[in-house]
């Protein structure tokens, strides 16, 4: 619904407009105060504020007034046709990002700012050059990769994110590969009577496009690549929406020393490694399943072998709807796992950790939540100013994205916050506060009743 405060396109799309120019100013003086200016799009080196985890909090927010505003603005001056269309193309981008993905055009362009030409780099790669050529020119016009001579392509910011080493390229891997392939059975499987209802994960539009259920495929030998493409992709989701800065989200440093914290479902617990970095007085018992303990063991040696000769870290294999979690720890946090189950599994789920706790401890669910379009004068949620819709719309989209995403996945979902207070009070948990975690995260914290 229009805003009262703009009466008509006009006034929006002004509005729109002034607050864009406003927020990149923000951002122009933030980089000038650390001396820097902002990089342009063909650089490739590093920005001072390339990590969420080292963004200001102003910087954030301008991006995502910004985001919001400049997709707002597009939408309220284009014809609603070309808007359409353009939406309905949008799966084509990633289609091309898993091509370059697997043919690692970005690692073969390191080192090379003067470019390749696209007859090398398909040679290289095994493809026809003039479809590889297609591609990347398609992902050059939305800014990944430039085109630096006619067919010559090089690397620019956003295409060093696809270096295989770099985490995010596994993200990228998974979520454009076996996520986009489910996204494309969403409609079959929403339409059919038996699964369009079902919120079982073997109904999830996942099994019609891979043939089984995501973690059965993932546990076949043949098919290890995708398990290991798995782990390493949770660590590229982390970095890129902020999940690292789990260190400055609660205040760890008025805690005793010898808290302890136990990750359940903590995957390599590349969580709660820059944790202990940042408070190395506290204790991690990282629970997952027996094969992730054993990947989680060669992470820490790799990434914080002190933490393992300190006893910083604990790690304790478990199924966490079977077996009994540790008991009696001080904390017991839940990062990116409930949204992974239907209410049934989840309250299982919390009810075990329940029977963990003490009356002392203290439960941090740490996932996304998603936020009310309708405006509401006593939203517990910062909302966006007018004309923005007030759960900041593209700004925020991340959130809403990966909730359909869930649903091909596994047929599970991202929660409202009143979801999450439900799910907590039916498995004896009191709702104690929401902290703000970064751009697509929350920490909710709760207490036992
Ligand atoms: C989406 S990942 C989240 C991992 C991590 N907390 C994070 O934030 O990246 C879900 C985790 O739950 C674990 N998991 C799934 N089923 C489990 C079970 N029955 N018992 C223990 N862990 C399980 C998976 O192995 C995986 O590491």
């Known amino acids: 619904m229009s805003s009262k405060l703009y009466e008509n396109g006009s006034s929006q799309a002004v509005a729109l407009a002034d607050l864009i120019a406003a927020q990149v100013q923000v951002i122009v003086t933030a980089y000038s105060a650390s001396g820097q200016t902002i990089p342009s799009l063909d650089s490739t080196t590093a920005g001072p504020f ?12 301008a991006i995502q007034l910004i985001e919001a ?38 690692d073969l362009l390191l080192g090379k700012p003067e470019g390749e030409h696209v007859e090398v780099l398909a040679k290289q790669a095994e ?18 990769f430039i085109e630096v001579k006619p067919n010559v392509f090089a690397n620019n910011r956003l295409s060093l994110k696809l270096v295989s080493s770099d985490p995010t390229s596994a993200m990228v891997g998974l979520l454009t590969d076996e ?10 499987t929403l339409f059919d009577p038996k699964s369009g209802p079902s919120m079982l994960p073997e109904d999830a539009a996942f ?17 290890k690549y995708r398990a290991d493409r798995f782990a390493e992709a949770m660590i590229g989701w982390a970095t890129v929406t902020d999940g690292n800065d789990l260190s400055k989200v609660y205040p760890w440093d008025e805690l005793p020393p010898g808290t302890t914290i136990c990750d359940v479902g903590g995957n390599t617990g590349h969580a709660t490694l820059p944790l202990i970095k940042a408070h190395p007085k506290l204790q991690i018992v990282l629970q997952d399943l027996p094969a992730v303990i054993e990947q989680a063991k060669e992470f820490w040696r790799r990434e914080n072998p002190k933490a393992i000769d300190n006893q910083n870290i604990h790690f304790v294999p478990v199924d966490f709807f079977k077996d009994s979690l540790t008991h009696g720890c ?25 029977k963990a706790m003490t009356s002392s401890s203290t ?31 593209v700004g925020r989209v991340l959130l809403y994205q990966q ?47």
């Open 50 to 61: 390339d990590e969420p985890a080292n963004t200001p909090a102003n910087i954030s927010m």
């Open 69 to 106: 505003a400049c997709a707002q603005l597009c939408a309220t001056v284009a014809s609603p046709g070309h808007s359409i269309t353009k939406k309905t193309y949008n799966y084509v981008e990633p289609a091309c990002m898993l091509v370059v993905v697997n043919a690692k055009i970005a």
């Open 127 to 144: 493809l026809d050059t003039g479809k590889l050529g297609r591609v990347l020119r398609l992902l050059a016009t939305n800014h990944c």
């Open 179 to 188: 996520g986009l392939k489910s996204s494309a059975y969403v409609n079959e």
């Open 207 to 223: 099994k019609r496009a891979h043939g089984s259920p995501i973690f059965e495929l993932h546990k076949r030998p043949e098919e």
């Open 330 to 354: 001080d904390y017991y946090y839940i990062r990116h796992v409930l949204h992974n189950w239907a209410e049934v599994e989840c309250i299982m789920l919390l009810t075990n950790v329940r």
């Open 363 to 393: 439960l941090l669910i740490h996932d996304m939540v998603l936020q009310p379009l309708v405006r509401n004068t006593t939203s517990v949620f910062d909302q966006a100013p007018e004309p923005l819709l007030p759960n900041y719309g």
């Open 403 to 449: 909730d359909i995403n869930m649903m091909g996945f596994v047929n599970s979902k991202e929660r409202t916050l009143e979801e999450f207070i439900d799910l907590g009070s039916q498995a004896g948990f009191d709702f104690v506060k929401i902290w703000d975690a970064g751009e697509a995260n929350s920490l909710l914290e709760f207490r036992a009743l």
